[in-house]
Structure formats: C-alpha cells, structure tokens
C-alpha cells in the first residue's frame, strides 16, 4: 500500500501462528515482482541498542525493503529528491516483531531509525550493492524536516553527529 509520501510503501506480512511459535515468509522473489519489477542483491542487518539513533542516508539508485526482525524501532524516511513537490517531507513508521511489516523505500530517500526496545535488529534488502561513497547523509535533527524526536540525546555515530 503507498503511503502519504509517494513512492514509498508499506507491506503487511502474513504470519502464521499456532502451538509451536510464528512462521513468516518474509521475501518471496516471484510474488515481490509481481508488484514492483525490483532485483534486490544485498541482505544486510544492523543491530542496535536503545536509544540508538542511526541517521538518515540514501542514495540516487538504491531501492530498500525495511523490516524489524527483533524488537521495535522508529523508522523514519525523507524524500531527498530535490525536484519532487514532497521534497524534504518525512513519514514515520514503529516497526517491531509484533506487527511485521515491511517498508520498501525509493532511490532518493533516505531513512533512519531510532532503537526503542532493549537491542533491535533493523534488517534491509538492497538493490545495489554497498557503496557509501555515493551516499547522502542529512542531519538526523535537521530543522527542515520538522521531526520531534521522542529522545534529547541519543546515541549517534560520528557520521550522524
């Protein structure tokens, strides 16, 4: 389903629940292309403590299917394409294992995330490869984006101070 920010979408996973525990299928190649003809090569994870906040980054060609694995996190995702009407305009999602559901997020935007629960695992497809030499970075309190941040000080890496 697309969201208010156009481009980017959020997708609600079935999950299968009985005695034994949760079964999900989180990524289904023929199923995904059906509704977008995206190739995804890239798996990654990031695992963070609380109040972790891990700051807005993109680039110009990457598209990024978001999910929570463990635990809950804020999402947030900027439109960082400079000639678009929704230019610098944000949205913001809480992923946790609880309610799974995926955020796929265009080229062009950037998201960041802040960790809520004790330790989350914030995991990401890609449809390039890894190159941070192509990406932008904005400052995750960056006033343009009016964003009030549920933290004062979290912790930051030194890229996102």
């Not at 403590?49 to 990457?62: C, I, Y």
């Not at 463990?70 to 609880?98: A, P």
């Not at 559901?101 to 390039?128: E, W």
Request: aromatic fraction near 16%.
């Amino acid at each position: 389903m697309e969201t208010k920010l156009k481009g980017v979408y959020k997708i609600d996973i079935e999950k299968f629940s009985d005695f034994r525990g949760e079964y999900i299928e989180s990524f289904n190649l023929k199923q995904f292309l059906k509704f977008k003809k995206i190739k995804f090569i890239q798996d990654d994870f990031s695992i963070s403590k609380k109040n972790v906040l891990r700051g807005f980054h993109g680039d110009t060609k990457t598209w990024k299917l978001v999910s929570c694995v463990h635990g809950e996190f804020d999402l947030y995702v900027v439109n960082y394409c400079k000639n678009s009407k929704q230019f610098l305009k944000t949205i913001k999602f809480n992923l946790s294992d609880k309610k799974y559901q995926q955020i796929l997020i265009p080229p062009k935007f950037g998201n960041a995330h802040l960790v809520k629960s004790k330790k989350a695992i914030f995991h990401y497809k890609q449809s390039t490869y890894y190159n941070r030499k192509i990406q932008f970075t904005v400052k995750w309190d960056d006033p343009r984006l009016k964003i009030v941040w549920p933290i004062k000080k979290p912790i930051l890496s030194k890229r996102d101070k």
